[in-house]
């Protein structure tokens, strides 16, 4: 491929799959205690309270109905205050994990909220606290789905990843942008597009394989 040295394919994926990774997780950290939020605070919930599920489900529609490439930019003073620039691998984490949070959180919710009833009534007739409701009963009956969830989520993450490589972000994005359509080699953006097939495909098959292992076990 013409003007584009071999490293620079692999510099591009190194620098993919670490915001990926960071943002995936930082982002799962933020967005699980928020589904779990979201899911005992409303109406008939555990914990029912109308102000705080209102307040948290609230701002949740608001970042989610955000377009990604718009929070990019939305979010700039923010992302300069953290990491002290706006272009960058690094500067681009910041906008990914406040993309994904809420995105995993109401995934994780809809995941919650499909558990059996029934489990929940067992729970309460054994007198489980909320804690124990949600570590045995709760999130057990629905690791298969949330995994799933996390597969959506970094599927998710990997095509935000792309549209930050429009303002500098890094990755293949970046490398697509640069040294595919701004400077008309073709070649270089298939490579791309490929490259991004790949890894969706590999991280799907993990991911259902892994909820079909739960399932059966």
Same mark, same amino acid.
Request: glycine residues 8%; without cysteine; charged residues 10%.
């Given at each position: /491929? ?16 670490? /915001? ?8 799962? %950290?933020? !967005? ?12 008939? !919930? ?32 923010? @992302? ?52 124990? @409701? ?17 597969? @959506?989520?970094?599927? !998710? ?5 792309? /549209? ?30 490929? %490259?991004?097939? %790949? ?19």
């Amino acid at each position: /491929m013409k003007n584009v040295p071999p490293e620079l394919l692999t510099e591009a994926l190194v620098e993919t799959v670490y /915001m990926v990774s960071v943002s995936l997780f930082i982002g799962t %950290i933020l !967005g699980l205690p928020l589904a779990l939020i979201l899911v005992l605070t409303r109406s008939g !919930g555990l914990k029912e309270n109308k102000i705080i599920f209102f307040t948290f489900n609230t701002v949740v529609n608001i970042v989610r109905s955000l377009p990604f490439i718009i929070l990019l930019v939305a979010i700039v003073p923010l @992302t300069k205050l953290i990491v002290g620039k706006t272009y960058g691998t690094e500067a681009a984490i910041v906008p990914l994990i406040i993309y994904i949070a809420p995105f995993i959180a109401r995934l994780v919710e809809n995941s919650l909220l499909e558990v059996n009833e029934g489990i929940i009534e067992l729970a309460k007739s054994l007198s489980a606290t909320t804690f124990q @409701t949600i570590r045995y009963f709760l999130v057990p009956e629905a690791l298969a789905s949330i995994v799933l969830t996390l597969t @959506t989520a970094t599927i !998710g993450l990997i095509g935000a990843t792309a /549209m930050a490589g429009t303002v500098g972000g890094g990755g293949i994005g970046n490398l697509a942008i640069a040294y595919g359509y701004e400077r008309f080699n073709t070649a270089i953006i298939v490579v791309t597009v490929v %490259i991004l097939i %790949i890894i969706v495909q590999i991280i799907q098959t993990i991911g259902n394989r892994l909820a079909k292992k739960i399932r059966h076990e």
